[in-house]
């Protein structure tokens, strides 16, 4: 009759009919479809998903859409499309966080945020307040994501751009710090009055008996309870607004056992001098002091913790600082004066001597020594001349030019440094997972041993002990806030990144910071690594009957076709000896050489292996081009309608600082080893020159990854050293890929660490700010937990039976702050971090 089978008779199969349930629907972007065969199977997977309704793939828009039970995770359903041989594509999502204050805070963001549908993982760091989250595109929404972290008890706001230095942020922090320091303040002048009426006896003999005589017990008691209630209700109340939602919901953080420590002093207090019948005997003392100290001295070891992160950024703030805000622009031949916001690409803009370049561009007239420190980190000034490339907010030191402007906004050299090390400092590194797992557990292990030092000390010391019970634990609450901790990794990521971006060095990948520090092994690409990559035509042997113009003309227009940097050099020199003929029937074969028609003549140029392919015989030159090879020079042959024709040797001059680096590498403790296609003889030349051990030559383009494992096997964790130009599998598949980059461009995909100035000390330097890098962190990592496992045994008493002095809250918060303090302080030391430069 036209019924669907599962409605059919539902009062006889009562048990057939699906449970309500709430259901959702989902659009997301499917990857990869071609035809209807590929929706039919994508829908086909979609609909075979546990209550899955409404399912539609339209192949138009590349988009499928389903209704789905709410409980069924959103990853199922990627992943069905993944199963049917599809993708769909990964998305990021990054938002600010306000109100973070400690590594609990950021544990219990990341698990509201990795609750989310879609989310593969999520990423906070407390040192930038931001979270980054990656999803399936289309499944994410925005507003989600704010409900979620509001959810969790924080204040979601648009996300930073500009390695977290907006002004937007500057002003934000700034504005934090003087908050801070206005409470700081106003608790201390309310606090200070407190502190002498309960402890100026202890200081000034009879000034007790003297405030007696003056306002009595009682009303000096009433007096310290009105400031201590203004301390805690005003300056105060960012612990017991923060902390108190957090303990209620069960996910208490630092606030929550700073609201519990001074709040219980605080309540203490007030039973005393309230409703002192509530107590036992002698246990109505009053603790007013601890509760309005504790509020005092965190407070001020969060705004000295405020100032100190605020100079965190500071590299990168100059960076972005130097480029002027305004330019000359000539317009109608006139020149008008321009905010650098309204450049546009194509723009002509002039440069006087002293100014500072306003814009990525090109040069078209004009020359002058311009200083690029800022990008690359060297320190002596370059030659540009017209046809070279300017970077924005380099400073022009002589001469004047004009420039066409290439870059503006957010594409610009500057704009991709300060993404870059966004990128990074909002990473995190593997260290960081046990970070996490510690203090997810640790504010409530705080708790319980709160609780365990109450009845502890009621149980075993001696009567009165609730007074010494609520001191201590209280005391225990306060020493362990897990600020430290949460600033301890990402505190010197921030520091060491920026740093890296001063010298030149760029961290595409905060974990790039602890694996560099941790290879055993840095493999050199040769040509263009450790040579300069202008290779230069050194000999030329010809067979017989055959003249050197002739081959070289011939051979020259063949190489014209091809990318090689050794075929630059016999372009370079056919050009000087005439005329280049036409070539046509062109074909490059990678690793090998290149072939074509020139002037009706089939020619070929290439290594030994591409002969012996052509079946070409070599043995009438091969002699010569051993000695050739032995001498660091790289042999080819050409051949002239299946003839060998000549021996053509091209010598690619090493770096002058390529040895320097070497033994500096050698005499750290790292195996240096160099990676070419040349052949073996080339590649013994250049090795024994530089003083290289390990060496594998003649490996083609894709034989790089195999020549990487081999050596990993025998030696451990390697970093690879390219120019990121056809190096990319091998940049890949390293523990940490270094592109010497050009200075002006900085989009090498492959790589992990980008060294801006091209020059080979750059890897010292990466180096070297890697393991400073790591070991401030396993400083920090050290203070932050050892402080802990060593106080809060001494704040609980526990040692008192060994005669160790216990911790009074007042000590307790002190020290709490200082932990915080002293990490900030620590990773700011890094910024005097690297290698020592020869003036």
């Known amino acids: 009759m036209g019924m669907d089978a599962r409605t059919d008779f539902p009062l006889i199969h009562p048990v057939a009919v699906e449970p309500v349930r709430p259901r959702g629907a989902l659009s997301l972007p499917v990857e990869g479809l071609s035809c209807a065969s590929c929706v039919g199977r994508v829908e086909r997977a979609l609909a075979a998903l546990p209550g899955a309704r409404d399912v539609s793939v339209n192949l138009a828009t590349g988009k499928a859409s389903l209704t789905v039970p709410a409980d069924l995770p959103a990853q199922r359903v990627v992943q069905a499309i993944a199963d049917s041989g599809y993708t769909v594509p990964e998305a990021t999502t990054a938002i600010g966080i306000d109100g973070m204050t400690c590594a609990s805070c950021v544990g219990r963001i990341e698990r509201a945020l990795a609750a989310l549908p879609g989310v593969t993982q999520a990423s906070v760091n407390l040192a930038t307040g931001r979270a980054e989250l990656r999803h399936a595109a289309g499944m994410l929404a925005l507003s989600k994501v704010e409900e979620a972290v509001r959810s969790a008890g924080y204040e979601p706001r648009a996300a930073d751009g500009a390695a977290g230095v907006t002004p937007e942020r500057q002003e934000r922090q700034a504005r934090e710090t003087t908050q801070l320091w206005r409470d700081v303040t106003l608790a201390a002048l309310l606090a200070m009055p407190v502190v002498l009426l309960d402890m100026g006896g202890h200081v000034v003999p009879g000034f007790h008996e003297l405030i007696a005589g003056w306002l009595g017990h009682y009303s000096n008691a009433v007096l310290q309870a009105i400031l201590a209630t203004a301390v805690l209700a005003w300056p105060g109340r960012r612990f017991f607004r923060l902390g108190v939602p957090g303990l209620l919901r069960g996910h208490p953080d630092m606030n929550a056992l700073v609201a519990l420590g001074a709040g219980a002093a605080y309540l203490a207090s007030m039973v005393a001098v309230l409703a002192p019948g509530l107590l036992p005997a002698d246990g109505a003392n009053l603790y007013f002091e601890a509760s309005v100290l504790i509020v005092t001295l965190i407070l001020l070891g969060r705004a000295l913790e405020a100032r100190s992160r605020g100079r965190t950024g500071a590299a990168i703030t100059r960076l972005l600082d130097l480029a002027p805000k305004t330019a000359r622009v000539i317009r109608d031949g006139e020149e008008q004066e321009v905010p650098v916001a309204a450049l546009a690409v194509g723009d002509r803009v002039r440069v006087r001597p002293g100014e500072r370049v306003p814009a990525d561009g090109r040069i078209v007239d004009g020359a002058s020594w311009i200083d690029e420190s800022m990008v690359t980190g060297e320190a002596e000034p370059v030659r540009r001349e017209q046809g070279d490339a300017t970077v924005g907010g380099t400073l022009n030191t002589s001469g ?300 083609l383009p894709d034989g790089k990854v195999k020549a990487l494992k081999d050596l990993r096997r025998a030696h451990g964790a390697i970093a690879f050293v390219g120019d990121g130009i056809n190096d990319a599998p091998a940049l890949a598949e390293a523990e940490v890929g270094i ?43 050290f203070w932050a937990f050892a402080y802990n496992v060593a106080l809060i045994p001494v704040a609980a008493g526990a040692l008192a039976v060994a005669g160790v002095p216990t911790l009074s809250p007042i000590a307790a918060a002190g020290a709490m702050a200082l932990s915080s303090v002293f990490v900030v302080m620590n990773a700011l030391r890094l910024r005097r971090a690297g290698v020592e430069r020869a003036a």
């Open 400 to 699: 004047g030019f004009d420039i066409e402007v290439e870059r503006v906004g957010s594409d610009t050299l500057l704009a991709q440094i300060a993404r870059m090390v966004e990128d990074a400092q909002g990473g995190k590194l593997p260290v960081q997972a046990l970070v996490d797992r510690i203090t997810a557990r640790f504010v409530p292990a705080v708790l319980a041993v709160a609780v365990a030092t109450v009845l502890a000390w009621l149980a075993f010391a001696p009567s009165p002990a609730l007074g010494p019970a609520i001191v201590h634990a209280i005391a225990v609450l306060v020493i362990a806030c897990p600020c430290a901790m949460g600033l301890a990794v990402p505190m010197s990521i921030m520091v060491g990144t920026g740093r890296a971006a001063e010298r030149g060095v760029l961290f595409r990948q905060g974990s790039a910071l602890q694996a560099l520090g941790s290879v055993k092994v840095i493999a050199f690409d040769k040509t263009g690594t450790l040579t300069e990559g202008g290779p230069r035509l050194t000999d030329l042997v010809t067979a017989e009957g055959f003249s050197r113009d002739d081959v070289l003309a011939a051979a020259g227009e063949v190489e014209g076709r091809s990318e090689h940097p050794i075929a630059r050099a016999i372009v370079d020199a056919a050009r000087e000896s005439g005329t280049i003929p036409a070539v046509q029937a062109f074909e490059s074969v990678a690793g090998y050489g290149v072939k074509g028609r020139v002037g009706g003549r089939s020619v070929a140029v290439g290594a030994k292996r591409w002969m012996d392919r052509l079946g070409i015989a070599t043995s009438d030159l091969d002699a010569e081009a051993q000695r050739l090879g032995r001498s660091g020079r790289s042999p080819l042959y050409a051949a002239i309608d299946g003839r060998l024709a000549a021996l053509i040797a091209v010598a690619d001059p090493v770096r002058a600082d390529a040895a320097t680096v070497v033994r500096s590498l050698k005499a750290s403790g790292l195996t240096v080893a160099m990676i070419t296609g040349d052949d073996q003889r080339t590649a013994r030349a250049v090795a024994d020159t530089l003083g290289i051990d390990a060496v594998a030559a003649e490996v």
């Open 739 to 781: 592109a010497i980059g050009s200075g002006t461009d900085v989009a090498i995909e492959s790589a992990d660490v980008v060294l801006m100035s091209g020059a080979l000390r750059g890897v010292e330097e990466a180096i070297a700010l890697s393991r400073a890098t790591m070991a401030n962190i396993r400083q920090n990592l």
